[in-house]
Structures are given as C-alpha cells and as structure tokens.
C-alpha cells in the first residue's frame, strides 16, 4: 500500500466513523465516492474539515449555521451538493 492510499484509507475511516451518525451518513459515502479523486490540496482541505467538531460540521452541512469563511469552499460546496444526491438516492431525509 502506497502513502497515498493509506491516507485515503484513513480518510475515509475517518469519514465514517465521527461518532455522530447523522455526519457518518453524509461524510461516509461522499469520502468513498470522491477522495480518490481529490488533489493533495483537496485533501489537506477535507482533512481540516474532518478535524472540526461534528456538531459544528454537520451544521454547516445542513445550512443551519453559517460555514465559517475558511471552510466554505469548493469542497464543502461539493459535500453538500452530495448530502442532497443521497435524498434523492435514498428517496428520504436522513442525509439532514
């Protein structure tokens, strides 16, 4: 396994694995389908995001707090698009 696909491993378990299920239900999927495909800028960039509080992140997800000014990117644009896909995947509201 190369370093690079460690990272997207950790990433990716880092992803799913927040210990607030409603994140773990965003974030899981949207890091299986788009990490790989992520710059090392963009990467650097979901990590910091992953760092933060999942109450924090999961309400800047959802549109009921303001994302702060230096997360609010293409990523995050990219994870809330996402967080709709799966509504309509899904045929419900559990993505928030």
């Known amino acids: 396994m190369t370093t690079d696909d460690a990272r997207l491993k950790k990433l990716k378990f880092r992803a799913w694995r927040r210990g607030f299920r409603e994140a773990d239900l965003i974030l899981g999927p949207f890091a299986d389908n788009h990490v790989h495909t992520f710059s090392e800028d963009e990467l650097d960039r979901f990590e910091r995001l992953l760092e933060q509080p999942d109450q924090d992140l999961y ?8 994302t702060p000014p230096e997360f609010d990117d293409e990523i995050m644009n990219r994870i809330k698009a996402f967080r709709f896909e799966l509504n309509d995947v899904r045929g419900d509201d559990r993505g928030g």
Do not use: H, K, N
């Not at 309400?59 to 707090?65: K, S």
């Open 59 to 66: 309400a800047w997800i959802i549109g009921t707090l303001p």
